[in-house]
């Protein structure tokens, strides 16, 4: 079944940049969309077809795909950012729902 | 906007059953497949089923298959999850969510989730 790999944590200072990694095998060719997950919260839709945001989401938020792997890139990072992102895609050899086993975001 | 709303959790002993609902609104519920996604206590997001809007299509995660049943209602705007045989490793919260197509070929995801009602499987 297909695995998608993302780093445990990622730490970050108030104003920087943020990048979290989801990798796949050719996850290029798929779709990729990302969520947040604030603590004791449920998650929420931030980037859905690899670069778009849902209405709400601010632009800070954007996402790249390629190769062997997709980004989430948060700009000027906040403060309230600060929660678990998870990556996910579709398995149509399976018909399977995938997620990556997420990435907590500490803003320090 | 999208209001999705769990019930049915609660405490069951091992090879207990368990039926979840999710009540939908603000949105044409017949039109869009949904799902139930959960999560273990301090674990990551794991897909456990999902439904075609007309309920002519199911899917079901390898762990759940031949134990959970996902099935709706769109007269009442309701979603449910059958949990039979259940195993302490299915204590976590579930979660409703509204499936979107994505841009791609054959490419789904969660556009809108609710809150989750938690279902602890313990002797």
């Known amino acids: 079944s297909y695995v998608l790999t993302q780093p445990p944590s990622v730490s970050v200072a108030p104003g920087k940049t943020a990048r979290i990694t989801c990798g796949g095998n050719?996850?290029?060719?798929?779709?990729v969309h990302w969520y947040q997950q604030r603590p004791g919260q449920a998650p929420l839709l931030v980037i859905y077809?690899?670069?778009d945001r849902p209405s709400g989401i601010p632009e800070r938020f954007s996402g790249t795909n390629s190769d062997n792997t997709a980004t989430l890139t948060i700009s000027r990072v906040e403060a309230g950012d600060e929660a678990t992102y998870y990556c996910q895609i579709w398995e149509s050899s399976g018909d399977h729902w995938v997620f990556g086993g997420g990435t907590k975001l500490t803003v320090l | 906007e999208v209001h999705l709303w769990e019930s049915g959790g609660g405490l069951v002993q091992p090879w207990g059953s368990l039926r979840l609902s999710c009540v939908a609104s603000d949105f044409t519920f017949s039109n869009y497949a949904m799902a139930w996604v959960r999560q273990a206590p301090g674990k990551g997001l794991e897909w456990v089923s999902s439904?075609?809007?007309?309920?002519?299509?199911?899917y079901y995660a390898d762990s759940v298959k031949g134990r959970f049943t996902i099935s709706r209602d769109n007269s009442k705007n309701t979603l449910s999850l059958q949990m039979n045989s259940l195993r302490v490793e299915d204590t976590a919260i579930y979660y409703c969510?509204?499936?979107?197509?994505?841009?791609?070929?054959?490419?789904?995801?969660?556009?809108?989730w609710g809150r989750g009602t938690l279902v602890t499987v313990s002797s």
């Open positions: 969510a509204k499936v979107r197509m994505g841009a791609r070929v054959n490419d789904w995801y969660f556009a809108h």
């Open positions: 439904i075609s809007g007309s309920s002519e299509s199911t």
């Open positions: 050719n996850i290029g060719t798929k779709g």
């Open positions: 077809d690899e670069t």
